[in-house]
T-cell receptor, first 111, second 111 residues
C-alpha cells in the first residue's frame, strides 16, 4: 500500500545547481501532477501528465521540466535552481473518484 | 479567472465546540469541489468530492455541503485529533483533473 512515493524528503541546493525530484505511484493511475506549496498560499500546479508520454504545463512551469516515460514515474527536474524555487513540492495521482492521492512532499531550500 | 477563497484563515476551537469553515469559489462551470485535510509535514489527504448544489457528504465529525457559490465544512463536536489545515479545491470540466486550491483554514482544537 505504498501509494505515491516522493524522494528525497529534504534537500538544500545552491543557486544554479540542478536536481530531480522523484515521484512514483503503484496504483496504475494515468493522471499525475506536480504542485508546489508556499506558506499562506494555495497549492500551485507546476506540470501534469494524462498518461505515459503526455505532459503539459500548469500554472507555474518556469524553471521546471518533467517527463513521463512510464505510468508509474513522473520526475520533476529543476534546472539552475533559484531562491524563488524554495518551497514544498507535492506529487499526486488521480483515481477514479477524482480525489488525488498525494505523496508526503519534498522540502527544498535554495541558498 | 477561477478563484477559491477560504475563511477564516485560522480557527481555534475548544474540544466539543462545533464550527464551520467556508470555501467560496468563482469558476466557469464546476465539475467538482474537493476537501482535503493536511497535517503538518505531510501531504494533503482526500476527504470529500461534491458535484452539485445541495449535495452533502459526511465522514465521522465532518460534514461538507455545497451551494452554487460556496461550500461549508462543518466540524461537529471536534476532538484534538481534528486539528489540521483543511484545503478546498475546485475542478472545471475538461481540465484533465487539474485543481485550483484555496489557501486553507488552519484548525486547532484544544482539550
Amino acid at each position: 500500500n505504498a501509494g505515491v512515493t516522493q524522494t528525497p524528503k529534504f534537500r538544500i541546493l545552491k543557486i544554479g545547481q540542478s536536481m530531480t525530484l522523484q515521484c512514483t505511484q503503484d496504483m496504475n493511475h494515468n493522471y499525475m501532477y506536480w504542485y508546489r506549496q508556499d506558506p499562506g498560499m494555495g497549492l500551485k500546479l507546476i506540470y501534469y501528465s494524462v498518461g505515459a508520454g503526455i505532459t503539459d504545463k500548469g500554472e507555474v512551469p518556469n524553471g521546471y521540466n518533467v517527463s513521463r516515460s512510464t505510468t508509474e514515474d513522473f520526475p520533476l527536474r529543476l534546472e539552475l535552481a533559484a531562491p524563488s524555487q524554495t518551497s514544498v513540492y507535492f506529487c499526486a495521482s488521480r483515481g477514479d473518484n477524482y480525489g488525488y492521492t498525494f505523496g508526503s512532499g519534498t522540502r527544498l531550500t535554495v541558498v | 479567472e477561477d478563484q477559491v477563497t477560504q475563511s477564516p484563515e485560522a480557527l481555534r476551537l475548544q474540544e466539543g465546540e462545533s464550527s464551520s469553515l467556508n470555501c467560496s469559489y468563482t469558476v466557469s462551470g464546476l465539475r467538482g469541489l474537493f476537501w482535503y485535510r493536511q497535517d503538518p509535514g505531510k501531504g494533503p489527504e482526500f476527504l470529500f468530492t461534491l458535484y452539485s448544489a445541495g449535495e452533502e457528504k459526511e465522514k465521522e465529525r465532518l460534514k461538507a455541503t455545497l451551494t452554487k457559490k460556496e461550500s461549508f465544512l462543518h466540524i461537529t463536536a471536534p476532538k484534538p485529533e481534528d486539528s489540521a489545515t483543511y484545503l478546498c479545491a475546485v475542478q472545471r470540466p475538461d481540465s484533465w483533473g487539474k485543481l485550483q486550491f484555496g489557501a486553507g483554514t488552519q484548525v486547532v482544537v484544544t482539550p
